[in-house]
């Protein structure tokens, strides 16, 4: 959005999810006509932050 940006990256790594997530606000001072902007990059935030995450366990296939 113009407000800034949010981005989130998920990886495998052994028996553990690494994350990362970066917000980035491009001002420090918003108009109200900007508002909209900005609440919908926070709340891209939070709602990844609320998100679940869902593991399987794949079985290994076995070869001939």
Do not use: C
């Not at 495998?12 to 900007?34: K, M, N």
């Amino acid at each position: 959005t113009g407000a800034g940006r949010y981005t989130a990256r998920y990886r495998h790594a052994g028996a553990a999810v690494l994350v990362s997530r970066t917000l980035v606000i491009d001002h420090d001072v918003f108009q109200p006509g900007e508002y909209p902007e900005l609440e919908r990059l926070l709340y891209a935030a939070l709602d990844d932050a609320r998100g679940t995450l869902t593991l399987s366990r794949e079985e290994a296939a076995v070869g001939h």
